[in-house]
């Protein structure tokens, strides 16, 4: 009997891929059994397993008549894939166990007033309905990375959604000037381009034109800037100037009065939004469906609807 032919000896490694071919030509016993076991076709495990008896330089299987019978090599391949396979199947529902029970923790991100005002009390009442839950919130007005889980979940102002992220949209989002009552009183014939104000660092440009003509005369003007907006909103709350800042800040604060209508040029849209890929997670689907609600019942407040503007309604003039 000519003695079988030797195959050349490789160093690449075998993959879960080629143990599963294996695996399957292994308990079926014949190439027509492993594809219909695969949802492949003859031809195409014909290819692989000749292709990973190539690349190792291993022959897996003798071939006879009766169907493919696996060698001593084939065998101890099988049985180590058999317990590859148990491992991944474990693996799986231990992870879909998880992702389909509503318990683990989200870190939601969201802007800093919204994470110290409002987040607290929505995310008590969702704890409070799922206690197994645990939620973590990171203040920032940044785009959060979702894509390297920086954050499960973000709560973000935006015109439109990055096309990475998955979400929905609650409502319109918008901004306006304010003062404090004291300090407009003392300035009946208010000239907006012309007071001092207090910034968010890095927003001046926000405001132009709609306000000053250049970047440079709005820095002129900013008596007060900070990276922190609590700081800004209470600089103006103690009569440093005027301050703009999103409708949901300006209105609910009694310490200020909004002296513009929203500014159109600066209407966003809010968001909330997560990874494709956790779309299907029990708790962040959960949490999802529950900030789309809260959300939503305050749309008046995030679209600058809840609140009117002072009665002089200080309006930008054309050429501002």
Sequence with gaps: MT?????????RALEWNDLSIILAIGRAGSLSGAARAIGKTHSTVFRNIKAIEQKTGVRF???????YVPTDAGRAAIKYAERIEGEVQALEIEVLGQ??????????????AFASEHAPGIIAKFVQAHPD?????SPGHGAADLSKREAEIAIRATRSAPDTAF???ICAFRFAMYAAPDYL????????PTEPVAMIEGSVGWLVPAIWPTKEAGEERAVFQSSASRAVQNAAAAGIGLTFLPCYVGDADPRL???????????????????PDLRNTARIRALM???????AHDADLWSGRSATTDPRNVKPRPGW
């Design 61 to 67: 299987f003798d071939a006879f008549d009766s169907g």
């Design 167 to 169: 979400g929905r949209k």
């Design 257 to 275: 009065a909004r002296i513009t209508d929203p500014l159109e040029h600066l209407d966003m849209q809010l968001w909330v939004l997560t990874h």
């Design 99 to 112: 992702d389909t029970k509503l318990s683990g923790r989200i870190r939601l991100t969201c802007p800093e």
């Design 289 to 295: 469906a529950f900030l789309y609600d809260e959300l």
């Design 3 to 11: 003695a079988p032919k030797t195959l050349p000896k490789t160093t």
């Design 185 to 192: 009183a003392a300035r009946p014939d208010l000239d907006v």
């Design 133 to 137: 839950i645990r939620v973590d919130v």
